[in-house]
């Protein structure tokens, strides 16, 4: 208890009997012990729009898409290089048969005309029909080689066009296997997100249990404690009790503020005579009396 050191000895009384008044026989209300609740961090889930969940299965599934559609590319590529080298080769074959036709024609035209020149029938009608029927069976053959050649280019170019077409086309090729790639991939995170969702609400929930355990803890503890200050409050304080409280430490402040400010012999006159000190000291008042008495050298 604050209190200011008396100079006067009924203030000295005053202030002693107020003390005795505040420790000894006032009883407080009691409010209770201030304990912090307890107040854990929840976890708060946002669930994604379907927006964000489209966005999330684009950006998931997209490498696999690439690698599909790459793939896709590279193998039409490839056989647009196999037909290309096949009408080269197609090309190059009707060239060498072509050469080849020729060739045969003029070794057999030689051969009549050495043939006729030994019996005499160069200038003859015989050897100019022969010649002619040759000339119509090369251009023949050779009208036969392009038709082929022809043949087997168009059907390479229309093969290489089917794969040019499909090449161009290999986006939307994927597009509808794509889009249900994306709706797949929606729905996983879908799941996942509300998997999330009840872990943690059950997280949660079992923050809200302990916080709840705590207050009833709170609880138990102020009701043991206001209890236990009831049962100390309703009775006379014991010695220690006050020792504890810090009413003789007051007291003695209180009367050795004021005996301080007198010649030692006047207080331990003072002290010994009085009969209402031993009320407020108790046994301290003994150790006041002894204290005045060497000071004033008895």
């Not at 003390?19 to 929840?42: D, T």
């Not at 690439?66 to 290309?84: A, G, M, W």
């Not at 080689?145 to 059907?155: A, M, Y």
């Not at 229309?158 to 290999?170: G, Y």
Request: aromatic content about 10%; proline content about 2%.
């Amino acid at each position: 208890m604050e209190f200011v050191i008396p100079t006067e000895r009924e203030e000295m009384f005053a202030i002693l009997e107020e003390l005795f008044h505040y420790y000894r026989i006032s009883r407080p209300v009691y409010s209770g012990v201030e304990l912090k609740e307890l107040e854990l961090p929840r976890l708060a889930f946002s669930p994604s729009t379907e927006s964000e969940l489209e966005n999330s299965a684009k950006l998931l599934v997209r490498p696999e898409q690439e690698r599909e559609n790459t793939e896709r590319k590279s193998t039409i590529k490839q056989e647009i290089s196999i037909l290309s080298l096949k009408m080269k080769s197609v090309e190059e074959e009707y060239v060498a048969l072509i050469e080849k036709t020729e060739t045969l024609y003029e070794e057999s035209k030689k051969k009549l005309e050495q043939q006729a020149f030994k019996n005499g029938l160069v200038d003859s009608g015989i050897l100019f029909e022969k010649i002619a029927a040759l000339e119509l069976e090369k251009n023949n053959k050779i009208i036969a080689l392009e038709q082929e050649r022809k043949g087997e280019i168009d059907s390479i170019y229309a093969k290489i066009e089917t794969q040019n077409r499909m090449l161009a086309d290999s986006e939307s090729y994927f597009l509808a296997v794509h889009e249900c790639d994306v709706k797949k991939k929606m729905e996983e995170l879908r799941l996942e997100e509300e998997k999330t969702q009840r872990e943690d609400f059950k997280y949660n929930n079992g923050l809200d249990e302990k916080e709840q355990r705590y207050k009833n803890t709170i609880a138990q503890i102020n009701a043991n404690l206001e209890l236990k200050f009831l049962s100390i409050s309703t009775g006379e304080y014991t010695k220690d009790q006050l020792v504890e409280m810090g009413y003789y430490d007051d007291v003695m402040r209180c009367v050795c503020g004021y005996y301080d400010r007198l010649p030692a012999m006047t207080a331990y006159q003072d002290v010994s005579n009085d009969t209402r000190l031993p009320i407020f000291l108790d046994h301290y008042y003994e150790n006041i009396l002894y204290m005045y008495q060497v000071k004033a050298g008895l």
